[in-house]
């Protein structure tokens, strides 16, 4: 997940801003505060350490670099139609979809493990 979606924060806060984001978030991720949170105390602690090193950063900014690039033609039409599937090797699938390829997305996640595919394919003018 986005490192400032997690902390809630612009893209031009400062490391300030940003700390104070990690505590806020910690304390309504905290289970003391609050019972029902589902937030992952762990990813706010990796957002954290991503958004106040500056390489790190650097890297956050470039967005996820794919594994590997798959071509479309090798995943799985699902019987629902509209969307596909692809093998990851944690077990799990990469998923997108019609209304994904509309939108030109070809970075598709692992809905398990934090592997990225790059999905290749072309968009048919009708």
């Not at 699938?93 to 598709?108: E, F, K, P, Q, T």
Request: proline share 6%; glycine share 4%.
């Amino acid at each position: 997940m986005d490192p400032y979606v997690l902390l809630d924060v612009r893209t031009d806060a400062t490391q300030a801003e940003i700390k104070a984001a990690y505590h806020r978030a910690l304390l309504a991720a905290h289970p003391d505060k609050n019972i029902t949170s589902t937030i992952d105390i762990a990813a706010l602690k990796e957002a954290y350490r991503v958004l106040s090193s500056p390489e790190l950063l650097k890297n956050a900014k470039t967005g996820p670099r794919p594994a590997q690039i798959v071509s479309l033609s090798d995943f799985t039409e699902l019987p629902a139609g509209d969307v596909w599937e692809h093998p990851c090797r944690c077990g799990a699938n990469y998923c997108i979809s019609a209304s994904d390829m509309d939108a030109g997305r070809h970075l598709v996640p692992c809905a398990s493990c934090s592997e990225v595919v790059w999905v290749g394919y072309e968009i048919v003018e009708e």
